[in-house]
């Protein structure tokens, strides 16, 4: 059973701090690795993806990868309420049938005024 | 905004009626998806299409059912359906089905089954 694992949170930090945003995923073929940010109500928006051990940064964010201890994580500098929202991580295992990726449950950020 | 779009966003169908989802994408990718949304619960993959033939179906009940009409478009078909089938759902997309591919989601057709 492939597994993605989550805190659910909810995660509460001030506006203008450091959320720092973890999973853990149990197939060590896994390949790709994505995070996806989801408002109360509405689909899942791409945030980052990341392929390569270390670190991906896009403005805010940072995305940080350790296949070796199968381990993903991303960051958001200077949170923001908007950045309030649950954080979906998805992993893609890529051993055969195609792009199939497994969700995480998710954690809920609150970013605190 | 996304360029997945989905239609209706909101549906409600009792359980002896036939309705469909339809969702277009218009960025040229070539693999289509359909996944499920409950309440506070991940995506969970329903179909993939690749190339307007079905790749994938993840042992979704026949009440569920896919065409893809050509690339840019695709429909879920919806029969005899439960009211534990209602949920949020997502049509997604991304450049061809093969592994690693980015998937970007469309804003999701609300169901309540009654």
């Known amino acids: 059973q492939k597994e993605v694992e989550q805190n659910s949170g909810p995660l509460s930090v001030p506006e203008g701090a450091i959320a720092s945003l973890n999973c853990t995923y149990s197939?060590?073929?896994?390949?790709?690795f994505f995070w996806y940010r989801q408002y109360s109500g509405k689909s899942p928006e791409l945030i980052m993806f990341?392929?390569?051990?270390g670190d991906k940064e896009d403005g805010r964010f940072t995305a940080q990868l350790n296949k070796a201890s199968q381990y993903v994580s991303l960051l958001i500098r200077d949170s923001q309420p908007s950045d309030s929202a649950t954080y979906l991580c998805?992993?893609?295992?890529?051993?055969?049938?195609?792009?199939?990726?497994?969700f995480g449950t998710g954690t809920q950020l609150k970013v605190e005024l | 905004d996304t360029e997945v779009t989905q239609t209706p966003k909101h549906l409600v169908m009792g359980m002896t009626n036939k309705k469909s989802l339809k969702c277009e994408q218009h960025?040229?990718?070539?693999?289509m998806y359909w996944y499920k949304q409950k309440a506070k619960k991940p995506p969970e993959l329903m179909f993939v299409?690749?190339?307007?033939?079905?790749?994938i179906n993840e042992s979704v009940p026949s009440r569920f059912s896919p065409e893809c009409p050509n690339s840019s478009l695709l429909n879920l078909h919806l029969h005899a359906l439960q009211p534990e089938d209602s949920a949020l759902y997502l049509c997604a997309s991304s450049q061809d089905a093969g592994f690693g591919n980015t998937i970007y989601f469309g804003e999701g057709s609300w169901l309540t089954v009654v």
């Open positions: 299409y690749s190339y307007e033939k079905l790749s």
């Open positions: 998805a992993v893609n295992a890529g051993t055969g049938g195609g792009n199939k990726l497994t």
């Open positions: 960025m040229g990718h070539r693999a």
């Open positions: 990341i392929y390569s051990n």
């Open positions: 197939d060590r073929g896994s390949q790709s």
